[in-house]
């Protein structure tokens, strides 16, 4: 996955966590208000007979309108708190899922990443033994520049001691030895050991 492709799906993903927090905070201060409505609609509704428990007093007739309205009061807390943790819920899940999808996010890209270092290690340890080899590869070849230098300078040596103006010795026996067989061509061949 690109990796600008993902920080931006990593971004989209997390200002929809914190919108769905948020929104999940809101709710919870609704549901707390359809709580109190309802507490209120409870005591509205049944004062009178909390009073009366209290007090050893029946009591003679009954407010019709203030038990009307605590019944309503009571009716439209839990229809309150109903829709507020519906709306919760859906949010809740909505969170979930996305830090779902970012934990999925991140664990793929933990997974390229861990890919891409092993390719580099693996890329690297071959790069190693390649230089490995170029060196020792280097230092046979070096080997034999040496040997073939040194073999150099001695048929060098060998060359110019060949090359040296070289006397005969008895001269004057080997030209009298010779003088039998003048106007005679020879053909002579010289073999060099080295």
Known sequence: MD???FDNSIRIL???VSKGNASLDRLTGWL???NIIVVIGLFVEYHED???FFTGRPRTRRKWKLSFMGGVLVILGIIGELAVTFFAHRVELKVRFDNQ???WLLSAKAGSAAGAAKRANDSARQAENLAHAAR???DSAESHLVQALKQAVALQEELDRLKVWRSLPHDSELVSALETFKGTEYIFFVSVRI
Request: glycine share 0%.
């Open 50 to 52: 909390i009073k009366e």
């Open 101 to 103: 999808e970012i934990e």
């Open 32 to 34: 707390i208000a359809c």
């Open 14 to 16: 997390d200002l929809s």
């Open 3 to 5: 990796s600008s492709v």
């Open 136 to 138: 020792q590869e280097a």
